[in-house]
Nanobody
Framework: QVQLVESGGGLVQAGGSLKLSCAAS????????MGWFRQAPGKEREFVSAISRSGGRTDYVDSVKGRFIISRDNAKNTVYLQMNSLKPEDTAVHYC????????????????????WGQGTQVTVSS
């Protein structure tokens, strides 16, 4: 059974930084990629970033490019999201997700591409 557990969320002032972690357990060897999504109040959940199993392939939504960095430590089965220069519009519940699908990159921004999800961690950025 797969379990994804996020941590690292919190309250930060605009311009500050947070580093989210997602610890995976279970059949992690089957993951081809992992990603981060977020859902702001009153909005749909949106893609933030994704990273391949090797770490050699990454992608970001335009609104976070140059500010967020996704990385992973396969020895620890953990994926990270370093969030810098945070803005109030980054306020959302951030979710970790994992996919076993080999063609994940083509549809990486779609929620349905990811079979496994964490419970989410709240990120709040004050102005």
């Amino acid at each position: 059974q797969v379990q994804l557990v996020e941590s690292g969320g919190g309250l930060v002032q605009a311009g500050g930084s947070l580093k989210l972690s997602c610890a995976a357990s279970g059949r992690t060897f089957s993951f081809h990629a992992m990603g981060w999504f977020r859902q702001a109040p009153g909005k749909e959940r949106e893609f933030v970033s994704a990273i391949s199993r090797s770490g050699g392939r990454t992608d970001y939504v335009d609104s976070v490019k140059g500010r967020f960095i996704i990385s992973r430590d396969n020895a620890k089965n953990t994926v990270y999201l370093q969030m810098n220069s945070l803005k109030p519009e980054d306020t959302a519940v951030h979710y970790c997700a994992a996919t076993t699908r080999t063609g994940w990159f083509e549809h990486r921004v779609r929620e349905i591409e990811y079979e496994h999800w964490g419970q989410g961690t709240q990120v709040t950025v004050s102005s």
